[in-house]
């Protein structure tokens, strides 16, 4: 967990947990108290667990169906050793970090954080209003990412060290298999364990340990860290922002698993936002391209294609996220970024990709501020 030198400002991994919960979003519904209260009690979470734990080894059984489905022709188009993919091992890690994950879900709350949960229940608030938030903001984020942060982070490693591009392989495994999962809950439970395994999906498709690590070797007061710093907290508000802007600008564009403005997909969306952020960060903080050259960028060359999700829908989140970076930061500190947000908009260029024609086009007003965006 990252040190800094000054007491007073808080942990890069701190604010993460904290902008995590804050941002938490669920269904909206009026719960059941005494449904809610059987849930979220100790035999309600150990019930839940349990049934989670037997099915596990048969989710990733068809999870890895579903990966091998999706990205097989990945491995040969893209030259990927497929000795560097090895299913039983993939599943065997996620066996592991799902384990303690529900290990940490069973763990009981003080009696008084669950009072007041029930006394918001019976209230009539909706629970992701009041009720969730309160009882999983004690319990899912600082906790979990104690528990399971250093090994997703040895993962992550692990699975990158000789081809960056294996981790689409191990996250596209997680991601599936946290669906099926999540399919065999009751409502309310989903809510509740899905909020456990969005913590997964944040240290897995992001390289978060990566910049805790890059930011406990800089001084406090650096741009770079200040920037971070107070990015982090609006990172989930600055996806949501885009990804409904990109909605709005392509309202009948559909990917792989659906429409843009589907639930299931937008929820993808915004952590691939968050995701670019992270990485953007993690440029900053080590001071190189690294992290989007050797990793963020093939990873999405291999993967967006075949989800059916084009470039320009890219370049249209890279000009959007410029324009929250600038409203967010001053100008020294946004100049912290800028040189690798550049990097990032040349990558994904139309004189790399070209344009795709889809049905909405940018104007000339956006054509123009595209252009000048690094001005």
Not at 144 to 170: C, E, H, W
Not at 299 to 317: A, S
Request: proline share 5%; glycine share 2%.
């Amino acid at each position: 967990m990252l040190e800094l030198q000054d007491n007073s400002i808080e942990s890069l991994a701190q604010q993460w947990a904290k902008k995590y919960m804050h941002n938490l979003q669920v269904e909206e519904e009026t719960p059941d108290p005494e449904n809610l209260a059987n849930v979220v009690s100790p035999a309600g979470r150990a019930k839940t667990s349990s049934v989670l734990l037997e099915s596990l080894r048969t989710a990733s059984v068809q999870s890895w169906n579903k990966t091998e489905a999706l990205l097989s022709k990945e491995v040969k188009r893209h030259r990927i050793d497929p000795k560097l993919i090895d299913p039983w091992e993939i599943a065997a890690d996620a066996f592991k970090v799902y384990q303690k994950v529900l290990d940490v879900y069973t763990q009981q709350a003080p009696l008084r954080q669950l009072s007041m949960v029930m006394k918001l229940a019976r209230s009539g608030e909706p629970l992701y209003q009041k009720a969730l938030k309160v009882y999983t903001e004690q319990v899912a984020p600082s906790q979990l990412a104690k528990a399971i942060s250093s090994d997703v982070g040895g993962m992550r490693q692990k699975y990158t060290k000789n081809d960056p591009r294996v981790i689409g392989f191990v996250s596209m495994q997680f991601h599936y298999t946290s669906q099926i999962l999540l399919n065999q809950l009751s409502p309310l439970e989903r809510v509740m364990v899905s909020a456990y395994f969005k913590v997964i999906d944040d240290h897995l498709y992001m390289p978060l340990q990566r910049a805790y690590t890059a930011a406990a070797k800089l001084d406090y007061d650096s741009p770079a860290l200040k920037a971070v710093q107070k990015l982090l907290p609006h990172s989930t508000e600055i996806a949501n922002k885009i990804c409904q802007r990109v909605i709005e600008n392509y309202p009948t564009y559909r990917c792989y698993s659906g429409a843009l403005s589907d639930a299931v997909i937008q929820i993808s969306t915004v952590r691939d936002v968050e995701m670019f952020q992270v990485y953007l960060w993690v440029c900053a903080l080590e001071g190189n391209i690294a992290a989007i050259q050797q990793e963020l960028f093939p990873l999405c060359v291999m993967i967006y294609p075949v989800l059916n999700v084009q470039w320009e829908l890219i370049r249209q989140m890279l000009h959007l996220l410029g324009q929250e970076i600038r409203e967010i930061l001053d100008p020294i500190e946004a100049e912290s970024l800028m040189p690798y947000f550049q990097v990032l908009w040349q990558m994904f260029s139309p004189q790399v990709f070209g344009e795709l024609g889809l049905e909405k086009k940018p104007s000339q007003s956006e054509s123009q501020e595209w252009e000048t965006l690094f001005a």
